[in-house]
């Protein structure tokens, strides 16, 4: 029996948000990228990692998730960034924000004390995050091109 061996070369790094468009139909039950779903999503994140007051508000062409407890501290940036294993969901679960940069058009996410535009040429819309919210994910319903 031959020996194989692997080195790392041998191993190609994942391009996370082609692997995401391309499978898209895996994401959204309706089979295409659905926005007021994905905000129904990470709202459900919220409520599982602990947040009691959560609130999704329609602003024009955005929508904002906001709660009153900081559901992706433990994460930071990474939710954004690639695909996260979500155990408290369940068994092949994952964290949501990265379906908002795989498919919408502008992404921003604040705390209390920072806002960030994680994705398009944008301001963080609608109202600035108030005291009693620790975090807030804002995303258009547009897609990206």
């Not at 995401?20 to 990470?42: H, P, Q, W």
């Not at 940069?101 to 994680?118: C, I, K, L, P, R």
């Amino acid at each position: 029996m031959a020996k194989l061996t692997y080195g790392p070369d041998d191993i190609a790094e994942l391009d996370v948000m082609g692997y995401l468009r391309r499978n898209e139909s895996k994401f959204f039950r309706s089979g295409t990228y659905d926005a007021v779903e994905l905000a129904g999503m990470i709202a459900t994140e919220a409520l599982i990692l602990g947040a009691e007051n959560i609130r999704i508000q329609s602003d024009g062409d955005w929508l904002t998730v906001t709660a009153d407890r900081d559901w992706l501290k433990p994460y930071e940036r990474d939710a954004f960034q690639a695909i996260l294993p979500f155990p408290e969901a369940g068994a092949n679960s994952m964290l949501a924000e990265i379906l908002a940069v795989a498919f919408s058009a502008g992404v921003t996410t604040g705390t209390s004390g920072t806002s960030e535009v994680v994705k398009g040429e944008v301001d963080f819309p609608g109202r600035p995050v108030d005291q009693n919210t620790a975090r807030a994910v804002s995303f258009m319903r547009r897609r990206s091109s």
